[in-house]
């Protein structure tokens, strides 16, 4: 038993650091910090834990379950099927454009065809950076609002802009018509949890930038309950897709699309290792899910094909 503790104690490391981060989450201030570690690092004992085990010749199938279950907490292990769909939406934290141009991210938005299109952190800095984007992507409907873009190639049959607490930004819904039928897409970029603070011992700041997106989320769980319909919330939602705002986000709008029809650990923001941008519908199917691997900012583009949920 002794020689085979280490696998134990790595396989139960796995399931409270797993089970904690996905039942509680925001709730208290440990499991936050549990929630929005990258899940990648559960896996940094797996290779001291089955050489040991390996070593002992004891204990290996429970090394194994820990460091399967930590790969699937990662979502390495994480494959679905795939084929093609109707409607096309990508999402995009286009971080002001300062990494690219308009031509070479207009070349990216073009390659992916999709039928919307959704940018976060669209306030771009350089002069005339966003007239010569839209020049660049003829055919496309633009809607903008603080900090965030929805460019369409559908019928455009009216928009909003909702304040969000705790921030300048807004949330922009644009009522669109496909295939006859209204669709609302919610393009929104919540705050950041500054778990950084933790590391200063600045918990009043961890605390109140939590706060404030529990407050945010709140705004998009209402915009939800008074939308009637096909609904598609997508953007930089600086959520793990761990905790209760993720889960309370699908409540209100429909499954994460990635974890129905992507492949992989799905990393939009590849300098952590962590998929905090997404795309959650109701009356819709996702069909595929993929992260492009475009290197215009520090995050990377989502794009999800959709069919009607009555045509499967």
Do not use: C
């Not at 922009?172 to 039928?181: D, I, K, V």
């Amino acid at each position: 038993m002794f020689r085979s503790r280490l696998a134990w104690v790595y396989l139960l490391f796995a399931v409270l650091v797993w089970g904690l981060g996905e039942v509680l989450g925001e709730k208290t201030l440990p499991t936050l910090l549990l929630a929005y570690t990258p899940a990648v690092l559960w896996l940094v004992p797996a290779p001291v834990v089955l050489l040991w085990t390996a070593l002992q010749r004891r204990g290996i199938a429970v090394a194994l379950a820990g460091t399967l279950l930590a790969a699937w907490g990662a979502g390495l292990l994480h494959w679905t099927p795939q084929h093609s769909g109707q409607l096309r939406v990508l999402n995009y934290n286009v971080n002001s454009g300062y990494r690219s141009t308009p031509d070479r991210l207009a070349a990216v938005l073009k390659g992916a065809d999709a039928d919307v299109i959704l940018l976060q952190e669209s306030n771009f800095q350089p002069p005339g950076y966003t007239e010569a984007l839209t020049a660049a992507l003829p055919g496309y409907t633009l809607r903008s609002a603080a900090e965030v873009m929805t460019l369409t190639r559908l019928p455009v049959l009216a928009s909003e802009k909702v304040a969000l607490p705790g921030n300048r930004r807004e949330v922009l819904l644009t009522r669109l018509q496909w295939r006859g039928q209204a669709l609302t897409v919610v393009n929104a970029h919540l705050g950041t949890v500054q778990v950084t603070a933790a590391l200063t011992g600045n918990f009043t700041y961890l605390e109140r930038t939590r706060n404030n997106r529990a407050a945010q989320a709140q705004v998009l769980r209402q915009i939800a309950g008074r939308t009637p319909g096909r609904a598609l919330l997508g953007g930089d939602l600086n959520t793990p897709p761990r905790g209760v705002i993720y889960q309370s986000l699908q409540q209100a709008f429909g499954p994460d699309a990635f974890m129905q029809a992507g492949r992989g650990p799905g990393w939009t923001f590849p300098g952590l290792h962590v998929r905090i941008d997404h795309q959650m519908a109701r009356g819709l199917t996702p069909t595929r899910a993929t992260v492009l691997t475009a290197q215009e900012s520090d995050h990377r583009p989502l794009v999800v094909d959709y069919q009607r949920e009555d045509a499967q």
